[in-house]
């Protein structure tokens, strides 16, 4: 059984009901820019789902985790559009998207997995949309802990890989893709992410 899986079995809405104050941030940002179809790839049981929900946009879902599908069923509802897989396997329709959200997921993959994601979503973003990840920075307190299996990236006690972003690394992967900002944030439980805001040339 994938970690994930069990994770959720286990606790259930793991991280609360709450969204994200990225996920309500980005939700505002795309509104004003008069966007209206959103994708959010590592969808979880929804949680972060609800402020684009709530704002009226059509959004559709990526997520590996049957049991958190099921869980989103509940939490939301009524029913999402979600393909059951791994942001590995993108795109799964030829959609392009107004927006794109994705949360604490990046920072989950290897380099080159990282640089696929990145790369397939920008594929299936419109011109002048916009997509924002979250990701974990070497300032949160959980760096340099566990086994360093490559640069800044840690294998944790529960077996999970970790890679931490910092300003030089977030220049790498998104500077060639419209990087138009990049600042740190904290979301609860005191966790530091980086939000990094792409925007797709006209």
Request: one cysteine or more; a negative charge.
């Amino acid at each position: 059984m994938e970690f994930w899986e069990k994770a959720f079995l286990d606790k259930q809405l793991m991280w609360g009901e709450a969204p994200a104050s990225a996920a309500q941030d980005a939700a505002h940002l795309f509104k004003e820019n008069g966007f209206q179809n959103v994708l959010i790839p590592g969808f979880g049981y929804g949680r972060n789902a609800k402020p684009f929900f709530d704002a009226g946009f059509k959004v559709t879902g990526i997520e590996i985790s049957k049991t958190a599908i099921s869980l989103s069923r509940e939490f939301l509802g009524f029913h999402a559009n979600i393909f059951e897989g791994s942001v590995d396997n993108m795109p799964f329709d030829s959609n392009e998207y107004d927006g794109i959200f994705c949360h604490a997921l990046i920072h989950l993959l290897d380099a080159e997995k990282r640089n696929l994601f990145i790369s397939r979503c920008f594929y299936q973003l419109k011109s002048n949309g916009i997509m924002i990840f979250t990701a974990i920075t070497k300032d949160a307190p959980t760096y340099g802990a566990g086994e360093c299996i490559a640069t800044d990236t840690f294998k944790t006690k529960d077996g999970v890989n970790l890679f931490f972003y910092d300003e030089q690394s977030i220049k790498a992967e998104f500077e060639n893709i419209g990087l138009i900002e990049s600042s740190i944030i904290e979301e609860q439980p005191a966790t530091k992410f980086w939000k990094i805001i792409c925007r797709k040339p006209l």
